[in-house]
Each structure stands twice: as structure tokens, then as C-alpha cells.
């Protein structure tokens, strides 16, 4: 089979999730890929193109009175074994994460060790938002989406998240012991 970019594989994933127009399938990435996996509104369209002229799915138009038409691409069973495909081959490598704040910390003693707490602190912080968030989408899963077929998938990948933010929050912990004063801790 022929090898598709990433996005195109996750977006014939999300068309089996009934996502089938482009601002569905943008919604979807908001709320749910956009914690691991980045992609802008501009690659969708592009990506849905390459993905109707491959034969990957089909586009119909659907109208509703007083709305602009929308077109909805609906999955072909192509498409479908070409995800199935994609999702057995292996992972090719492990993920390497860009870190704005590691890279910071990494060239560090060019600035302050106030400013490196700092930096710290406020990392943790947007790291607690985001375990809050995550622990919030987790209770939306289970109270509204616990029979869904694909729920424990999008929990595991959710505990996932968790797990690594949480290691996350407790390294920034350690590290700013680091430069903080004993008398003040």
C-alpha cells in the first residue's frame, strides 16, 4: 500500500468517529488529538483533497434549509483497510519531544537562577492546568462516552497524558529545589 503522511492517517481515524465534514473533523483535533498530536486547520483540507482523489473516501454534498452546503467525506472501505494497514505496521521510532522549557534550562546559566525558578513555577503551573484538563475530559469520557466502542482507547491514550504530565509536574518539583533557598521550602 502506499505510505500517507501522518495526518492523513489520522484524519481517515477520525472519519470512522462520524466526524465527516471539515469543521467536524477540526472540532474533533480541538478537542482531543490537539493534547498529543498538532494539526492546524490548514492541513485539513489538503489532506481530505488527497485523501477523495486516492479513493480513501468519498465526498457528498449535503444541504439544509437556510445553510450554506456542506460536503461530508465518508470513508471508503479502502480507506478503511488503508488505517487498518497503517495502524499494525510498527512504531518507527520513539517520539522526541521539543521542549521550549527543557532547550531554556539546557543554556540556563546564562541567566539568573530567580529567573530559572521562574521559569520552573510557571511551567509547573500551565502543567497543573493541564492535568486539570485532562482529569476533566476523563469524567466527560466516562459519563457520557463509557459505552462507546472506542472509550477505553481514548482513555488509555488519556492516562497516557496524565501519567507523563503528572512525572512532568513532579520533576519541576525536584528541579526547582534546585534553585530555591532551604529556608524557603
Not at 77 to 91: A, I, R, S, Y
Not at 92 to 119: C, D, H, I, M, W
Request: glycine share 4%.
Amino acid at each position: 500500500m502506499k505510505p500517507y503522511n501522518d495526518t492523513t492517517y489520522a484524519i481517515l481515524g477520525i472519519l470512522t468517529t462520524n466526524c465527516n465534514s471539515g469543521y467536524a473533523i477540526k472540532q474533533f483535533i480541538d478537542q482531543s488529538l490537539n493534547h498529543f498530536w498538532k494539526i492546524s486547520y490548514g492541513q485539513i483540507y489538503p489532506a481530505l483533497k488527497l485523501i477523495v482523489e486516492e479513493g480513501l473516501a468519498e465526498v457528498k454534498t449535503s444541504s439544509a434549509s437556510g445553510r450554506a452546503d456542506r460536503n461530508e467525506y465518508l470513508l471508503t472501505d479502502k480507506g478503511l483497510n488503508t488505517l487498518k494497514n497503517w495502524l499494525e505496521q510498527p512504531v518507527k521510532q520513539v517520539p522526541v519531544e521539543r521542549n521550549e522549557v527543557l532547550l531554556k534550562l539546557f543554556f540556563g546559566s546564562y541567566q539568573s537562577r530567580e529567573q530559572t525558578s521562574a521559569l520552573l513555577r510557571d511551567y509547573q503551573q500551565k502543567l497543573e492546568i493541564r492535568y486539570d484538563t485532562y482529569t476533566a475530559i476523563e469524567q466527560g469520557i466516562q459519563e457520557h462516552s463509557k459505552e462507546d466502542k472506542d472509550a477505553m482507547y481514548w482513555l488509555l491514550t488519556l492516562d497516557y497524558g496524565k501519567r507523563t504530565t503528572r512525572a512532568a509536574i513532579e520533576w519541576c518539583e525536584e528541579a526547582h529545589k534546585k534553585f530555591t533557598p532551604e529556608e524557603e521550602e
